[in-house]
């Protein structure tokens, strides 16, 4: 089995938070250790919250 996507602006702040997803979809226990690897709340250099990420699911399958 293979598993790619593409993140549309190119960044990579995406990606974790797209693993973590295609894992779960996959039935993988995400674990706290796991989570903590991808952060849903993003600080900018002085540590204040700028942002989010969110995954949609239902993934596409094709």
Known sequence: MGIAFKISDG?????????LA????????????????APTVHHNWAGRAVGT??????????
């Open 11 to 19: 960044g990579e702040r995406a990606r974790p938070h797209i693993t």
């Open 53 to 62: 990420v969110d995954v949609q699911l239902p993934l596409a399958w094709t």
């Open 22 to 37: 295609v894992l779960a979809a996959l039935g993988v226990e995400i674990t706290p250790a796991l989570r903590a690897l």
